[in-house]
């Protein structure tokens, strides 16, 4: 884990902490006798890999209080990550189950989660204005506003408090169908909270989806989609997007591209031939971009993200473990399995 | 496990279906990075170990339409218990976790089951009339009705069929003050449900729940409540208790002792110096009474349960991996530990 | 696994259950202190995964009279399958152990079966008349007469009591050389046993060895072998083949073919890049066909085999275990290895 | 983990991370092809239990910069234990292999550890004024001194800070005859530093070494011993002392005594017929010793430090992963081993 | 291991080389999804004990021509055994499964060996003379003879031929009923291989096994039956016997006794409370005797024996990996576990 | 493991053994509870991959006198490596701990060594003319040299012994950065060595050390360099090089290369696409070389070389577990994955 000499202000997330279960390899959970576990969700993911690249982190949740909460916990403090903000209540913890893919033979999931600890989480359980003190940037996806009327309540809140504060708030609304069942329309509650957001990770699928338009998947569609999507909601100043080829679930293909406002950027494309753990990778790459928004520039921040991204397909469980050395050797090109000794 | 030829008739047994999930050895949940499960549940036991010992059963409840689901299905299935009457239904799977105790530190359980797909069940998920069609006996415990209005719905929906079809029942009313939270008042709803039941599995403890009453912990207590029991539920026939001494987490002893409506029976001690698995300990017990009831007179019914009990303690998982020549080899004192080629 | 509904008629299968005994990932049994262990068989496989299909299929075999036939036992009812025509018996039960390949170097098998359980089946084991009663398909294949003289008498019973109640034959003839050590010539056993079956699964390999031809690895080869079997065996009435180009054990591309009478059908190349378990897919191809013949048109048939070989080389262990609707993703083209959430 | 809210000023720890590699079981290390690891270490494991306790802890140490580094801090961050005190250098991190003894085999210890990261820690390493700023506990052991000159040292500037700043220091000076290997007379520095110290934890055997006397192991023998130690070495005020009786490796039985200055106290003897894990069962004592200086008078601070370490024989590992509610239960003799839901 | 400098003459064991596959921990087969092995065989259990105190020893068999004879010969030579007198064979090697038991329940055993590569080993596969030049004792037991025919005739010839050498034969002759099924009657064949003995392993149960007889089991008896045996068969010198009480499978108490043709032996009792491994405890006793009859009297030689027999208790697997030190260190009464570092 | 019958003459190796610690599959160690564990060591992987040739080898170390260099021993053992020139002495053995990587992230590897039992070798330790007796080759690597002065003096003391007894001696002199602390040069040192040697296993890269000059990667900079060398070092007969392009660290590219004084030889390009273990890979090619002169001509030794090291990447651990059969089936282009039954 980095240094902390490298902070320029401590980094908010606020989302779910789940426990995921999966057999080990490529099992099914029928073959299995037992279940490798690690806490995760979106964005702890991204919270944890920052942590790992040296930056001071908080996290914003609740986890059950009981020896599972007490085992997230423990787990979140490994990584050097605040916990002060993350309360225990009575609910259980929410879980998923994995089975694992290979080839042409999709990962599966099964969740555990809407009547979980962070479902009931109420704006009550959260005190914002302390929280963002100290705060330099304010991280939240689409999963949180989809699980619970009182989540998206709470996150809501999070976001006025945070532009009250001047915290850059970044944006990563993937649209997820299995959630949403509390009565809202998702695409409109996300359209809503972008609104209140100043960085957009993510791309034509997204905003299409926020937009309720058609933009084509394309260089050009990308371009014009984040033109709309920055007219539409001024507070937005930049869009990072990654965009994936997957060959299997063993095989996948990514690369970044953004628009910055006034000008398109792209990187190479890279290639993991042996995906190990395919969970996280989109978080992977939003903390790449939080980090290199704080060190780099745009395109250097594009190119550290996607190598970020490329790197967490590498990685075992929801969390990026890489420091940034690891990340900027992948921005080197140096992806030729020399042993490190 | 068994020939089928020994069957004297179906037995039901109603309730949920649980994945445990527990640490290997005796690791607390935060050191360990992957965790043992089995599928269990108190009735499921019952059914599992009644399978094991040669007799048609079959499991009435609901699992979650999903790869957690499947599993539990398949779990089940390896018994041999009859699966055609567990429905698969939205809500996910309820589960706990288990850590392992070890001389005076107890094991420790959380649970995750309030809004799970048994809690769910309803009256219209199970088909009574046409289940208890071929059976001989049903079985039900005080966790089901604890568990939600539904469920108690169901559950009573069940007894009234099985009284309708002359089908022996079998109570196994504990009372788990975690449960409940639905807003009845447990006593009077397990007391209600006893007045529908014929053969109780249970003592002093349970009785005086049920009849807010304060026998004593003693053989004239025991006998006085199962009189006053029996008045009060003219539908009881003969009571079947346990006694356990713990010394410690590892170390156990355990008797049986009975009122059959005429006597007061009992067993030798037996005494457990190793134990491997404490869950399901009382399920053993309650399907040994069920099978002795078909196999065997009351005194031998007790030993035999007894016997059963005991085994459990060296059995890892929730069922009782054991046949009945291995608890008939405890019954004859055979317990020195040689091994068997 | 399916639902019964989609039942057209049960399914029959005839074979040694064998346990296997590897060590994990790619290690040698030298460096390994446990070996992972599964029960197939390649009839049970083709069993099991046409169980997983939703068929009712029954499987008759020997098993130990011993904690392992228990065992063995106990997972085959975990699919669904119908025991109940599996005896137990005094010898020990079969088994292989295997070390898994990776790259350039290949798996490796040790057999311990030529004694077992099931080379002493005889026909006096087997009720075939009720087996077939209601039957709709009957499957066996090269191995089961390779194994010993009472083991070929009681599968030719069987095909004769087939014929008898006009069920279905597929045969799956291939010649295992390492066989064969009871004094029969293999091809002149499989040869009379072909002119008893009606559907084939082989191809020019297959064919030249019963025909002792030698017709050529090609398209043409295929279709005048097949024309010359069907000539030879008049009661022979489609021949399904699949096709393998082995890039190394890790990397390995497969199509189907098939010659209906009257046609040459034939089916994209699948590639699996990252192979699982390499153990069983021609098994999953043979119950493809099987679950085919029942539900698709021969082309959708082949298509649907070839996509449940492929899916099978990501499955631990002997079984296919994957859905219908999985086996038609794959046919439709979805193998980019998106997560199923 | 306990909450922070029962704190009554920081404790500071000072000695050696050390990696702990054994076979899982009884398992000896030739018959093993993995092992279990911690990171534990005498003095950490007293800051690890009392962090657990709910007291606030700051350990002082080094570790070596690389992997093996990086996941001893995350280990130790999992406690919420404070290591911005523990500084990472170029030598290796210490460890010791441990093969677990059962019966009368005991276990076994083979070290790696006398030219390790903390065997170089010197003075100027560690910022003790800073570091004693908020501090109102200091504990050390007689392992540290042992280990290098340099240990020495730096510990003694430790002490004299402490003493400077008014913190308490508590003492756990045992000889272990494998160290010392630099040059010094182990008793003598042994004596010199506890002459820097306040509270004593230990009894007739490290009184005998430390003042070369030969009091007897007996009630007399400690009360006396005591009295000469608080004589010789005013700045002692108290001597907490446990008595073991080990049956065999598995079953073992302890209590404490005590002399306070003018009372000798003692308590019930515990007995451990199934012990998990013997090590760090002395620092759980000690850990024992200093939360209840805090929180509680003399005698009960001599029960809960029995009755925290009879638990730790319970938990695996170096650290007592037991809350300060889990103690008291075995100080009010609930230790029957009944399950908590 | 240790050195070599304490030889007094080569050690020559002959018997079968079986793997064990049993689950880890107290699961049964049915449970697990994999599998701990080893290699034992209860005269290599002999070789591997006495290579471990040093002796050199040659152990003579057959193994398997397959991955699985090649993983038996690696495990067999890290003990430092001789194993060129092994050959390599066409038949699998034998092998048993074990499902451990626990407290009541015993342990259970299935086999698969008596067509196995010892089963078929013929007296043209061992060159006695040879393997005789440089041995001082020879040691077989009553499996052997039992497996089959030409075992037995393979084994006859070793004997005669050490005899003609002048090697001291050391017989363990139990009587196993699940053996001799190729014709033999068992007690017959024992006699007539005790004839060729010096050193008689056993005690009342097998002197009346072999000499019909019906000595009671008590001291008194003991003596007698030594003291007939000895009439019958003057070959034999000295007879050591060990007696178990089994209090459970868990819990176990050995002592020694001994008729050395003039003088009554014993030893005290050693009590085992938490049985690791009961398997080899017998061979570990056998390998005892041999050790101490080369080093010590008779009186040292029983003591040493009886504490290695009750060290193999704590042992996972077949062999007892225990040094001469440590088998020591239990006869001075060092039996407390205190940790060895 | 081959038969002895192929041997001419004994190949004695020096160097230290290690024991390599790394967390299963590609976790990080901050994420692993268990570590598998192999004991390797660059010569000694190279004696071990030539007893499993078949070829008799002796290695020349130190370990460290407790229970892991017990198990070192017991593991070189099951090789059949002669290990009467292993010494025990005081000193912890030397290790690493290996975080394997995936596609683009490198393994990394953290030693533990310079202070270690090896590190502490000297000439008094190594009886080199009696070593020497039998032997027919003697191989060597830069690694020793650079670990100790006392571990090159001792190394030294062997070359010339070698060349005074005419033993051809084999040198694969690479240079690694992270040793050679110890106030040496370490290219001069390798070049001293060099010119003791007669067969040389490097290239460019390991020429241009030791005769700082800069010949470039191309066939003709070998050659150049190759006769330079020749020149340079008249001992030096043959140079043998293997050209390594690393796609990935799942995926590499190998030929071999060589100057026999006279003539290029090269040999086609082998793609391991699936690498399952990289540690090692030129340990095995250096030991393809060793076999390779014994028994084939130069580009037979070249190509054999070169598949050994190949296959090398598919098994587990540093040792190439791969018989002499295994090897030629690959130099026959027998790479497509069939199963060997």
Redesign the interface.
């Known amino acids: ?1 980095g240094e902390s000499s490298e902070n320029k202000g401590k980094v908010v997330t606020f989302g779910e902490v789940l426990m995921r ?1 999966s057999p ?15 806490f995760g969700g979106t964005e702890l993911n991204v919270a944890e890999s920052l942590s790992y690249f040296g930056l001071e982190v908080s996290h914003v949740s609740t986890v ?1 209080n ?3 909460g ?2 997230a ?3 979140i ?4 990550v605040d916990v002060s903000a993350i309360k225990k209540v009575a609910h ?2 929410g ?1 998923y ?1 994995l ?1 694992v ?12 989660r ?3 600890a962070f479902a009931n989480i109420s704006p009550e359980d959260v005190d914002w204005p302390s929280i963002f003190k100290d705060a330099a940037y304010f991280h939240w996806t689409g999963i949180t506003p989809g699980i619970s009327q009182s989540a998206y309540e709470t996150l809501k809140a999070g976001l006025e408090e945070a532009k009250k504060q001047g915290v850059t708030v970044s944006a990563d609304p993937a649209y ?1 169908s ?1 959630l949403w069942k509390y009565g809202r329309e998702g695409r409109e509650v996300l359209a809503e909270l972008t609104g209140l957001s100043n960085i957009f990770v993510g791309g034509v699928n997204e905003i299409n989806e926020i937009l309720k338009s058609d933009f084509e998947f394309s260089e050009e569609g990308f371009i014009s989609a984040s033109k709309k999507l920055m007219r539409t909601y001024p507070s937005i100043e930049k869009v990072f997007d990654k965009v994936r ?8 293909k990514i690369y970044g591209q953004a628009w910055t406002g006034t000008e398109y950027l792209t990187t190479g494309e ?1 290639e ?5 753990d ?2 996280g990778t989109g978080d992977a790459y939003a903390a790449g971009i939080l980090y290199g928004l704080q060190h780099f520039d745009d395109q250097k921040t594009l190119e550290f993200a996607n190598a970020a991204c ?2 967490k ?5 929801d969390a990026n ?2 420091s940034v050395e ?1 990340v900027m ?2 921005t080197r090109g ?8």
Chains 1, 2, 3, 4, 5, 6 share one sequence.
Request: aromatic share 8%.
């Open positions: 884990m279960l080990a390899g490529n099992k099914k959970l029928q073959q299995a006798e037992s279940l490798e576990f690690f059950s009981d020896l599972v007490d085992a916990l423990a787990f403090r490994q990584f050097g259980p913890l879980l189950f089975e893919g290979a080839a042409m033979r999709p990962s599966q999931i099964a969740y555990n809407l009547n979980a997820r299995n080829t997957g060959l299997s679930a063993s095989w996948q890279l993991i031939t042996d995906v190990v395919r969970i490329a790197l397909h590498t990685i075992l469980g473990l890489v690891e050797e992948v140096n992806t030729g399995g020399r042993i490190k000794r």
